[in-house]
């Protein structure tokens, strides 16, 4: 995707956990479907245009947000980590 479009929808995403987007209000901000909006989230985690945000994609919360509070990013990211261990663990405990 090119780096013009990735900061529109950068632009787009909120900054505040109040104002989240979900899936819905995104797929209707940004004109498309469900499939593309999961997608673009996709492309936007890595994304880095020189600002101290980061993509908040939580389980725990309501929707999509980014935040530049270290604190929050910290939590965030211990919540991937432990996430991709539980299923790590579920892989490698089961039998083949």
């Keep these: 995707m090119r780096i013009d479009r990735l900061e529109f929808y950068w632009n787009d995403i909120p900054t505040e956990k109040s104002q989240a987007g979900t899936y819905d209000e995104l797929t209707m901000w940004w004109n498309t479907?469900?499939?593309?909006?999961?997608?673009?989230?996709?492309?936007?985690?890595?994304?880095?245009?020189?600002?101290?945000?980061?993509?908040?994609?939580?389980?725990?919360?309501?929707?999509?947000?980014?935040?530049?509070?270290?604190?929050t990013i910290e939590k965030y990211k211990r919540e991937c980590l432990n996430k991709g261990k539980s299923i790590l663990s579920t892989i490698f405990s089961t039998s083949c």
């Design 33 to 71: 479907n469900p499939r593309e909006v999961r997608r673009i989230l996709h492309e936007l985690s890595s994304y880095d245009n020189g600002d101290n945000y980061v993509l908040i994609r939580s389980g725990k919360n309501k929707g999509f947000y980014k935040t530049d509070d270290i604190e």
